[in-house]
């Protein structure tokens, strides 16, 4: 059980688990989460560490079809400018692995922005905090666990 998981159980926030087969050799790990889940990638988020005002972090939940808009981002959190993390950097402050790091349970509590396209569906995909595991749960309860706002973050 990863931490993500221990988050929502322990909230008694209903969701639901969904394991895929991780090909190694895989990069894209979003879209590929999306593909062998047979979800809509609108639906499937990623989850990305950024810097903010250069020596603050911050969590960016955006759908795996999307990029981060830095300046859009940057404006969500009333900061001068934004940055994305270095992976080691993300691995070290979430305390997971790239390709499995959840918005949920991180080692850290971080500012934490959803992008709003996440309100249009019932439930979205995030990790679960490993490669080839999604949770699936409502986009209101995942900013109540992560005390995220929502805005436009993505392009």
């Not at 940057?74 to 994305?84: F, G, Q, R, V």
């Not at 993390?85 to 390709?99: H, N, S």
Request: proline residues 6%; charged residues 25%.
């Amino acid at each position: 059980m990863t931490p993500a998981i221990t988050i929502v159980k322990q909230d008694k926030v209903p969701f639901l688990l969904h394991e895929y087969d991780h090909d190694p050799s895989v990069e894209l790990y979003g879209p590929e989460a999306a593909e062998k889940l047979g979800v809509d990638p609108r639906r499937v988020f990623k989850t990305l560490i950024a810097t903010i005002n250069v020596k603050d972090y911050a969590v960016g939940v955006l759908p795996v079809s999307m990029q981060l808009d830095l300046k859009l981002f940057a404006h969500a959190l009333e900061a001068k400018k934004a940055a994305l993390a270095d992976g080691k950097a993300a691995e070290r402050i979430t305390g997971y692995v790239l390709g499995g790091v959840s918005p949920l349970g991180q080692r850290k509590k971080l500012k934490t922005i959803i992008d709003d396209s996440a309100t249009r569906y019932p439930t979205i995909f995030v990790s679960a905090g490993r490669r080839g595991l999604q949770i699936e749960l409502s986009p209101k309860d995942l900013a109540a666990l992560t005390k995220a706002r929502l805005a436009a973050i993505g392009k």
